[in-house]
Protein backbone atom coordinates (compact mmCIF):
# COMPACT_ATOMS: atom_id res chain seq x y z
CA UNK A 1 0.00 0.00 0.00
CA UNK A 2 1.43 3.24 -0.63
CA UNK A 3 0.82 6.52 1.47
CA UNK A 4 0.60 8.63 -0.83
CA UNK A 5 -2.35 10.86 -1.11
CA UNK A 6 -4.01 9.60 -4.76
CA UNK A 7 -3.14 12.24 -7.47
CA UNK A 8 -5.93 13.93 -9.25
CA UNK A 9 -6.17 12.97 -12.77
CA UNK A 10 -6.11 16.95 -13.76
CA UNK A 11 -2.84 17.44 -12.22
CA UNK A 12 -1.17 13.81 -13.62
CA UNK A 13 1.38 15.19 -16.69
CA UNK A 14 2.71 12.92 -19.19
CA UNK A 15 5.10 13.73 -22.16
CA UNK A 16 7.86 13.52 -24.48
CA UNK A 17 11.81 14.29 -23.51
CA UNK A 18 14.71 14.25 -25.53
CA UNK A 19 18.10 14.86 -25.05
CA UNK A 20 20.68 16.22 -27.54
CA UNK A 21 24.71 16.84 -27.26
CA UNK A 22 27.73 16.20 -29.01
CA UNK A 23 28.88 12.28 -29.36
CA UNK A 24 29.78 10.78 -26.19
CA UNK A 25 28.06 14.02 -24.07
CA UNK A 26 26.28 11.20 -21.64
CA UNK A 27 22.74 11.03 -23.17
CA UNK A 28 22.42 7.53 -23.86
CA UNK A 29 24.02 7.47 -19.51
CA UNK A 30 21.42 9.73 -18.52
CA UNK A 31 18.35 8.17 -19.93
CA UNK A 32 19.49 4.62 -18.32
CA UNK A 33 19.66 6.58 -14.98
CA UNK A 34 16.65 8.03 -15.26
CA UNK A 35 14.71 5.01 -16.40
CA UNK A 36 16.08 2.90 -13.12
CA UNK A 37 17.68 0.30 -15.87
CA UNK A 38 19.98 -0.47 -18.95
CA UNK A 39 17.60 0.32 -22.31
CA UNK A 40 19.76 2.61 -24.49
CA UNK A 41 23.52 1.35 -25.20
CA UNK A 42 26.08 3.21 -23.97
CA UNK A 43 30.07 3.14 -25.31
CA UNK A 44 33.06 5.37 -24.75
CA UNK A 45 33.28 5.26 -28.73
CA UNK A 46 31.07 8.70 -30.20
CA UNK A 47 28.25 7.78 -32.14
CA UNK A 48 26.76 4.80 -31.09
CA UNK A 49 23.02 5.49 -30.84
CA UNK A 50 21.11 4.92 -34.15
CA UNK A 51 17.99 4.25 -33.14
CA UNK A 52 15.34 6.65 -31.44
CA UNK A 53 15.69 4.33 -28.04
CA UNK A 54 12.68 4.96 -25.45
CA UNK A 55 13.43 5.44 -21.77
CA UNK A 56 9.69 5.36 -19.96
CA UNK A 57 10.47 7.31 -16.24
CA UNK A 58 6.62 6.05 -14.40
CA UNK A 59 6.34 8.45 -11.58
CA UNK A 60 3.34 8.69 -9.61
CA UNK A 61 2.53 12.05 -10.64
CA UNK A 62 3.85 11.81 -14.23
CA UNK A 63 5.40 9.92 -17.28
CA UNK A 64 8.11 11.20 -19.11
CA UNK A 65 9.17 9.20 -22.06
CA UNK A 66 12.44 9.82 -23.12
CA UNK A 67 13.78 9.86 -27.02
CA UNK A 68 17.10 8.93 -27.53
CA UNK A 69 18.86 10.69 -30.55
CA UNK A 70 21.91 9.79 -32.25
CA UNK A 71 24.23 12.64 -32.05
CA UNK A 72 24.31 15.74 -34.32
CA UNK A 73 26.85 15.83 -36.58
CA UNK A 74 28.53 16.71 -40.15
CA UNK A 75 27.01 14.73 -42.54
CA UNK A 76 29.30 12.93 -44.77
CA UNK A 77 27.59 9.78 -46.05
CA UNK A 78 23.56 9.32 -46.50
CA UNK A 79 23.70 7.57 -43.62
CA UNK A 80 25.10 10.78 -41.89
CA UNK A 81 22.17 12.90 -43.67
CA UNK A 82 19.51 10.11 -42.57
CA UNK A 83 20.63 10.57 -39.01
CA UNK A 84 20.69 14.60 -38.56
CA UNK A 85 17.02 14.10 -39.89
CA UNK A 86 15.76 11.77 -36.66
CA UNK A 87 17.36 13.97 -34.77
CA UNK A 88 15.16 17.21 -36.33
CA UNK A 89 12.26 15.29 -36.49
CA UNK A 90 12.78 14.64 -32.99
CA UNK A 91 13.08 17.82 -32.05
CA UNK A 92 9.94 19.12 -33.54
CA UNK A 93 7.42 16.22 -31.52
CA UNK A 94 9.05 16.88 -28.19
CA UNK A 95 7.89 18.72 -25.20
CA UNK A 96 11.19 19.41 -24.05
CA UNK A 97 15.04 18.98 -25.25
CA UNK A 98 17.51 18.64 -22.87
CA UNK A 99 21.03 19.82 -24.42
CA UNK A 100 23.70 17.62 -22.51
CA UNK A 101 26.97 19.24 -21.95
CA UNK A 102 29.73 17.51 -20.16
CA UNK A 103 31.48 18.93 -17.61
CA UNK A 104 35.12 17.80 -18.16
CA UNK A 105 34.96 19.37 -21.82
CA UNK A 106 35.28 22.89 -23.17
CA UNK A 107 31.90 24.09 -24.42
CA UNK A 108 33.29 23.80 -28.69
CA UNK A 109 31.86 24.76 -31.84
CA UNK A 110 29.95 21.04 -31.69
CA UNK A 111 28.16 22.45 -29.11
CA UNK A 112 27.27 25.95 -30.42
CA UNK A 113 26.48 24.00 -33.71
CA UNK A 114 23.83 22.23 -31.79
CA UNK A 115 22.42 25.39 -29.44
CA UNK A 116 22.34 27.53 -32.60
CA UNK A 117 20.26 24.40 -34.18
CA UNK A 118 17.95 24.33 -30.93
CA UNK A 119 17.61 28.40 -30.75
CA UNK A 120 15.72 27.96 -34.52
CA UNK A 121 13.18 25.97 -32.69
CA UNK A 122 10.99 28.37 -30.84
CA UNK A 123 8.32 26.30 -29.36
CA UNK A 124 9.99 23.36 -27.32
CA UNK A 125 11.46 24.33 -24.36
CA UNK A 126 15.14 23.54 -23.51
CA UNK A 127 16.98 22.79 -20.66
CA UNK A 128 20.84 22.42 -20.51
CA UNK A 129 21.80 19.79 -18.78
CA UNK A 130 25.71 19.85 -17.47
CA UNK A 131 26.51 16.00 -17.48
CA UNK A 132 29.04 14.10 -15.90
CA UNK A 133 29.87 16.25 -13.07
CA UNK A 134 32.01 14.27 -10.88
CA UNK A 135 34.59 14.43 -13.06
CA UNK A 136 35.48 17.80 -12.32
CA UNK A 137 35.70 20.09 -9.43
CA UNK A 138 32.46 23.13 -8.35
CA UNK A 139 35.04 25.74 -9.88
CA UNK A 140 35.08 23.97 -12.80
CA UNK A 141 31.48 23.51 -13.34
CA UNK A 142 30.17 26.94 -12.21
CA UNK A 143 32.04 27.92 -15.34
CA UNK A 144 30.64 25.57 -17.23
CA UNK A 145 26.89 26.24 -16.15
CA UNK A 146 27.71 29.81 -16.91
CA UNK A 147 29.23 29.16 -20.17
CA UNK A 148 25.27 27.21 -20.98
CA UNK A 149 23.96 29.99 -20.12
CA UNK A 150 25.55 33.06 -21.68
CA UNK A 151 25.65 30.63 -25.00
CA UNK A 152 22.16 31.25 -24.77
CA UNK A 153 21.90 34.70 -24.45
CA UNK A 154 24.13 35.09 -27.34
CA UNK A 155 21.94 33.17 -28.97
CA UNK A 156 18.95 34.73 -28.41
CA UNK A 157 17.00 32.51 -25.78
CA UNK A 158 16.60 31.71 -22.34
CA UNK A 159 17.29 27.59 -20.69
CA UNK A 160 13.55 26.56 -19.18
CA UNK A 161 16.63 25.03 -16.53
CA UNK A 162 19.94 24.31 -16.64
CA UNK A 163 20.80 21.64 -13.83
CA UNK A 164 23.94 20.17 -13.25
CA UNK A 165 24.03 16.03 -12.86
CA UNK A 166 26.14 12.94 -12.90
CA UNK A 167 24.27 9.89 -13.98
CA UNK A 168 27.38 7.53 -12.94
CA UNK A 169 27.18 9.62 -9.76
CA UNK A 170 23.53 9.25 -9.64
CA UNK A 171 23.49 12.51 -8.19
CA UNK A 172 20.79 15.29 -8.92
CA UNK A 173 19.30 12.77 -11.32
CA UNK A 174 15.95 12.80 -9.32
CA UNK A 175 16.26 17.00 -9.08
CA UNK A 176 16.47 16.77 -13.38
CA UNK A 177 13.29 14.35 -13.52
CA UNK A 178 11.54 16.72 -11.30
CA UNK A 179 12.60 19.73 -13.01
CA UNK A 180 11.23 17.84 -16.36
CA UNK A 181 7.74 17.03 -15.42
CA UNK A 182 5.91 20.86 -14.84
CA UNK A 183 7.40 21.19 -18.54
CA UNK A 184 5.22 18.25 -19.43
CA UNK A 185 1.38 18.74 -20.50
CA UNK A 186 -1.15 17.62 -18.38
CA UNK A 187 -2.89 14.51 -19.30
CA UNK A 188 -2.82 10.38 -18.51
CA UNK A 189 -0.08 8.25 -18.82
CA UNK A 190 0.81 7.60 -22.29
CA UNK A 191 2.16 4.21 -21.86
CA UNK A 192 1.18 1.20 -19.35
CA UNK A 193 3.32 1.23 -16.19
CA UNK A 194 6.21 -1.25 -16.08
CA UNK A 195 6.64 -0.69 -19.60
CA UNK A 196 10.31 0.73 -19.80
CA UNK A 197 10.78 1.03 -23.96
CA UNK A 198 8.88 0.33 -26.30
CA UNK A 199 11.71 -0.09 -28.57
CA UNK A 200 11.23 -3.57 -29.92
CA UNK A 201 13.19 -6.10 -28.31
CA UNK A 202 14.87 -6.82 -31.77
CA UNK A 203 16.38 -3.82 -32.23
CA UNK A 204 17.39 -3.52 -28.43
CA UNK A 205 18.94 -7.17 -29.02
CA UNK A 206 20.92 -5.66 -32.04
CA UNK A 207 22.39 -2.91 -30.07
CA UNK A 208 23.14 -5.13 -27.50
CA UNK A 209 25.33 -6.61 -29.90
CA UNK A 210 26.47 -4.15 -31.39
CA UNK A 211 27.83 -2.70 -28.78
CA UNK A 212 29.45 -5.55 -27.46
CA UNK A 213 31.38 -5.85 -31.46
CA UNK A 214 32.45 -2.27 -30.85
CA UNK A 215 34.59 -2.55 -27.56
CA UNK A 216 37.94 -2.76 -28.21
CA UNK A 217 38.18 -2.36 -32.20
CA UNK A 218 40.08 -0.01 -34.06
CA UNK A 219 38.53 3.61 -34.54
CA UNK A 220 37.62 3.06 -38.44
CA UNK A 221 35.11 0.15 -37.77
CA UNK A 222 32.43 1.52 -35.47
CA UNK A 223 30.42 3.30 -38.50
CA UNK A 224 31.25 0.71 -40.60
CA UNK A 225 29.34 -1.94 -38.01
CA UNK A 226 25.51 -2.46 -38.31
CA UNK A 227 23.66 -5.34 -36.76
CA UNK A 228 20.05 -7.13 -38.13
CA UNK A 229 18.16 -9.79 -35.50
CA UNK A 230 16.73 -12.07 -37.91
CA UNK A 231 14.87 -13.99 -35.96
CA UNK A 232 14.07 -14.69 -32.22
CA UNK A 233 12.04 -18.03 -31.91
CA UNK A 234 11.43 -20.45 -28.49
CA UNK A 235 13.30 -23.68 -28.74
CA UNK A 236 10.95 -26.20 -29.27
CA UNK A 237 10.61 -29.36 -27.28
CA UNK A 238 12.06 -27.36 -23.95
CA UNK A 239 10.75 -28.56 -20.39
CA UNK A 240 8.31 -25.75 -19.09
CA UNK A 241 11.15 -24.30 -16.67
CA UNK A 242 13.94 -24.87 -19.13
CA UNK A 243 13.13 -22.43 -21.67
CA UNK A 244 15.60 -21.50 -24.19
CA UNK A 245 15.17 -18.57 -27.20
CA UNK A 246 17.32 -18.91 -30.37
CA UNK A 247 18.05 -15.71 -31.77
CA UNK A 248 19.73 -15.41 -34.86
CA UNK A 249 21.45 -12.23 -36.01
CA UNK A 250 24.16 -11.13 -38.67
CA UNK A 251 26.71 -8.39 -37.84
CA UNK A 252 27.48 -6.38 -41.43
CA UNK A 253 30.70 -4.70 -42.60
CA UNK A 254 31.26 -2.94 -45.09
CA UNK A 255 34.32 -4.45 -46.66
CA UNK A 256 35.77 -8.42 -46.39
CA UNK A 257 38.88 -7.11 -44.79
CA UNK A 258 37.30 -5.48 -41.62
CA UNK A 259 35.68 -9.36 -41.39
CA UNK A 260 39.14 -10.47 -39.58
CA UNK A 261 39.16 -7.99 -37.11
CA UNK A 262 35.23 -8.69 -36.28
CA UNK A 263 36.38 -12.52 -35.84
CA UNK A 264 39.68 -12.24 -34.53
CA UNK A 265 42.18 -14.77 -34.84
CA UNK A 266 40.88 -18.68 -34.40
CA UNK A 267 37.46 -16.63 -33.90
CA UNK A 268 38.36 -15.60 -30.39
CA UNK A 269 37.42 -12.00 -31.05
CA UNK A 270 33.96 -12.96 -32.13
CA UNK A 271 32.75 -15.78 -29.72
CA UNK A 272 34.01 -12.83 -26.87
CA UNK A 273 31.32 -10.70 -28.43
CA UNK A 274 28.70 -13.44 -28.45
CA UNK A 275 29.59 -14.52 -24.78
CA UNK A 276 29.08 -11.11 -23.45
CA UNK A 277 26.14 -9.43 -25.02
CA UNK A 278 24.35 -12.96 -24.61
CA UNK A 279 25.01 -11.79 -21.25
CA UNK A 280 23.05 -8.53 -21.49
CA UNK A 281 20.14 -10.45 -24.04
CA UNK A 282 19.69 -12.86 -21.26
CA UNK A 283 19.47 -9.90 -18.84
CA UNK A 284 16.84 -7.79 -21.29
CA UNK A 285 14.83 -10.80 -21.76
CA UNK A 286 14.82 -12.61 -18.55
CA UNK A 287 15.35 -16.12 -20.39
CA UNK A 288 18.22 -18.33 -21.63
CA UNK A 289 19.28 -17.31 -25.41
CA UNK A 290 21.25 -19.14 -27.73
CA UNK A 291 23.03 -16.92 -29.72
CA UNK A 292 23.79 -17.66 -33.36
CA UNK A 293 26.14 -14.85 -34.86
CA UNK A 294 27.03 -14.24 -38.28
CA UNK A 295 29.78 -12.06 -39.66
CA UNK A 296 28.65 -10.82 -43.41
CA UNK A 297 29.67 -8.17 -45.84
CA UNK A 298 27.28 -5.58 -47.03
CA UNK A 299 29.76 -3.77 -49.55
CA UNK A 300 29.15 0.11 -48.91
CA UNK A 301 26.19 -0.29 -47.21
CA UNK A 302 26.55 3.16 -45.49
CA UNK A 303 26.43 4.87 -49.08
CA UNK A 304 23.44 2.66 -50.53
CA UNK A 305 20.21 3.44 -49.89
CA UNK A 306 18.56 0.05 -51.15
CA UNK A 307 20.97 -1.08 -48.06
CA UNK A 308 20.52 1.53 -45.63
CA UNK A 309 16.34 0.34 -45.27
CA UNK A 310 17.29 -3.28 -45.26
CA UNK A 311 19.30 -2.45 -42.05
CA UNK A 312 16.75 -0.58 -40.16
CA UNK A 313 17.64 2.68 -41.30
N1 LIG B 1 32.32 9.98 -15.08
C1 LIG B 1 31.18 9.96 -15.76
N2 LIG B 1 31.13 9.40 -16.97
C2 LIG B 1 29.96 9.40 -17.65
C3 LIG B 1 28.76 9.96 -17.09
N3 LIG B 1 27.79 9.82 -18.01
C4 LIG B 1 28.33 9.18 -19.07
N4 LIG B 1 29.65 8.92 -18.86
C5 LIG B 1 30.58 8.23 -19.78
O1 LIG B 1 30.71 8.96 -20.98
C6 LIG B 1 30.79 8.09 -22.12
C7 LIG B 1 29.69 8.43 -23.11
O2 LIG B 1 28.43 8.21 -22.54
P1 LIG B 1 27.13 7.89 -23.43
O3 LIG B 1 25.98 7.90 -22.52
O4 LIG B 1 27.36 6.71 -24.31
O5 LIG B 1 27.11 9.19 -24.37
P2 LIG B 1 26.11 9.60 -25.53
O6 LIG B 1 25.95 11.05 -25.46
O7 LIG B 1 24.85 8.77 -25.44
O8 LIG B 1 26.96 9.18 -26.79
P3 LIG B 1 26.49 8.89 -28.31
O9 LIG B 1 25.61 7.68 -28.27
O10 LIG B 1 27.80 8.65 -28.96
O11 LIG B 1 25.81 10.11 -28.81
C8 LIG B 1 30.67 6.68 -21.56
O12 LIG B 1 31.96 6.15 -21.44
C9 LIG B 1 30.03 6.89 -20.20
O13 LIG B 1 30.38 5.90 -19.28
C10 LIG B 1 28.86 10.54 -15.78
O14 LIG B 1 27.89 11.06 -15.20
N5 LIG B 1 30.09 10.52 -15.18
Given at each position: ???????????????F??????????????????V?????????R?????????G?V??P??????????G????????G???????????A?????????????????????????????????????V?????????R?????????Q???????EW???V????????Q??L?????????PT?????P??????????I??A????E??????????????A????????????????P??????????E???????V??????????????????????L??????????????D?????K???????
Amino acid sequence: MSARTPIEETSHRAGFACFVGRPNAGKSTLTNALVGQKVAITSNRPQTTRHSVRGIVHRPDAQLVLVDTPGLHKPRTLLGERLNDVVRTTWAEVDVIGFCLPADQKLGPGDRFIVKELAGIKKTPKVAVVTKTDLVDNERLADQLIAVDQLAIELGFEWAEIVPVSAVGDSQVGLLADLLVPLMPTGPALYPEGDLTDEPEQIMVAELIREAALEGVRDELPHSIAVVVEEMIPREDRPQNKPLLDVHANIYIERPSQKGIVIGPKGARLKEVGTKSRQHIEALLGTPVFLDLHVKVAKDWQRDPKQLRKLGF
